[in-house]
């Protein structure tokens, strides 16, 4: 409510949000902040990801990536590497920064905060031996029944430079971001740790 509107959008724009993603592997659907004039509920319930908010899986991991990236948030790619026929490696793009969403210092302090997150708070579920796992859980309501089960997200990364991997799980109706989704990552991070990505 202090922050007020403009900077919550402003900040939001700053992470991609009301932005045509056309990148050239994948077009991904547009995530989308409201715009227009907001309540003070509106606004509370946008600030924190619920109200008219409206995000991909997809841009969730770029945002998670982008914190544990000092604040750039990378292209998204479908390829790591292409063989061919005669099993000659094929030249694909490399990595490339899709755009800067916030400076070091804050990128720092979210980061801070994701992994405390995963080490002693909602995220626990999350967290794989040997490696510092960053994220945040959500429980995103979709409905103003409550008999209807929330969806279930977890959105992080693994902090190592051998492993820059970042990951966003959603459940439909799920319930739980901390107890279902948050598994789920830690489920997909470990064995993409151990496939050697």
């Known amino acids: ?20 993603f056309l990148f050239s592997d994948l077009i991904v659907y547009n995530s989308v902040f409201p715009s227009g004039r907001l309540s003070k509920d509106q606004l509370a319930w946008n600030g924190i990801g619920q109200g008219t908010v409206q995000v991909t899986p997809l841009h969730m ?8 990236n000092g604040g750039n948030m990378m292209e998204p790619r479908l390829l790591l ?13 490399g990595a490339r920064v899709y755009k800067r969403c916030c400076n070091e210092a804050v990128a720092a302090a979210v980061k ?20 510092t796992v960053a994220g945040k859980t959500g429980s ?3 409905s103003d029944n409550k008999s209807v089960r929330t969806d279930a997200w977890f959105a992080g990364f693994v902090d190592d430079p051998e492993h820059p991997l970042a990951i966003a ?14 598994p789920i990552a830690q489920r997909v991070l470990n064995r993409a740790i151990k496939m050697g990505y």
Do not use: H
């Open 140 to 142: 995103a309501e979709t």
């Open 169 to 182: 799980v959603v459940l439909e109706k799920g319930g739980s971001g901390g107890t279902v989704a948050a």
């Open 61 to 68: 991991a770029m945002i998670a990536g982008a914190i544990g």
């Open 112 to 131: 801070d905060a994701m992994i405390e997150c995963v080490q002693s708070g909602t995220g626990k579920q999350a967290q794989i031996k040997g490696y």
């Open 1 to 20: 409510m202090e922050l007020g509107a403009s900077r919550l959008r402003w900040t939001a724009s700053d992470f991609g949000f009301n932005e045509n």
């Open 81 to 93: 590497s292409a063989t061919g026929a005669q099993g000659n490696a094929r030249a694909l793009p």
